[in-house]
Nanobody
């Protein structure tokens, strides 16, 4: 089982980007799925997280600008990031708590994808 992340890139302030993350492999259940980010010299922080059966939490600084969408059929999430600011520059990591076919739960991380916002 893996998390496959895509998206990211470089934009100017005020621009938009979309990140996507899909679960690859057979699982029994997804408990949470979302995104963390880590800027150089900073700790990894939660950006947005979906929790089964359907609630979403956002870090305060992204509320109103970022939207996390969940596709249950495809077992994926997309993070639409609008009105990007230079302080959003970071490596973004997909994260999920998944239960495998034996109902053993574990945290999974996708590869980081870089988001760079220039002023």
């Amino acid at each position: 089982v893996q998390l496959q992340a895509s998206g990211g890139g470089s934009v100017q302030a005020g621009g938009s980007l979309t990140l996507s993350c899909v679960v690859a492999g057979t699982i029994a259940h997804t408990r949470t799925m979302g995104w963390y980010r880590q800027a150089p010299g900073s700790q990894r922080e939660l950006v947005a997280m979906w929790t089964s059966p359907g609630s979403t939490n956002y870090e305060d600084s992204v509320k109103g600008r970022f939207t996390l969408s969940r596709d249950n059929d495809a077992n994926m999430v997309s993070l639409q990031m609008n009105n990007l600011k230079p302080e959003d520059t970071a490596a973004y990591f997909c994260n999920a708590h998944l239960f495998d076919r034996y109902w053993v739960g574990a945290d999974y991380w996708g590869q980081g994808t870089l988001v760079t916002v220039s002023s």
